[in-house]
């Protein structure tokens, strides 16, 4: 079993930075995949990033490729997302999510087993 909470939402200008972080309990953290989603108002959830166990193979969604970072830290069993230049169109509820049976991670939220709670996330003009 994995429990992931995240923290670090809020409410920010557009231009602004937020780091997410992630953190897990359970022992599988370490040997799991991770990635972040986020849903907007009134849209399905959608792909963010995602990052491999060992934190070397990391992907972006292109609408944040350049702007985002995935991080993790196996000591911590924390997983971060650093958010620069945020936009409007950022806003959303952002869930981390966990896939231990895939060393790589996934765009694909069907992949991921476990999920956090969610973070808001709100980016004004």
């Known amino acids: 079993q994995l429990q992931l909470v995240e923290s670090g939402g809020g409410l920010v200008q557009a231009g602004d930075s937020l780091r997410l972080s992630c953190a897990a309990s359970?022992?599988?953290?370490?040997?799991?995949?991770m990635g972040w989603f986020r849903q907007a108002p009134g849209k399905e959830r959608e792909f963010v990033a995602r990052?491999?166990?060992?934190?070397?193979?990391?992907y972006y969604a292109d609408s944040v490729k350049g702007r985002f970072t995935i991080s993790r830290d196996n000591a911590k069993n924390t997983v971060y997302l650093q958010m620069n230049s945020l936009k409007p169109e950022d806003t959303a509820v952002y869930y981390c999510?966990?896939?231990?049976?895939?060393?790589?991670?996934?765009?694909?939220?069907?992949?991921?087993?476990?999920w956090g709670q969610g973070t808001q996330v709100t980016v004004s003009s």
């Open positions: 990052i491999s166990r060992n934190g070397v193979m990391t």
């Open positions: 999510a966990a896939n231990p049976s895939d060393w790589r991670g996934s765009t694909h939220q069907d992949d991921y087993n476990y």
């Open positions: 359970g022992r599988t953290f370490s040997s799991s995949a």
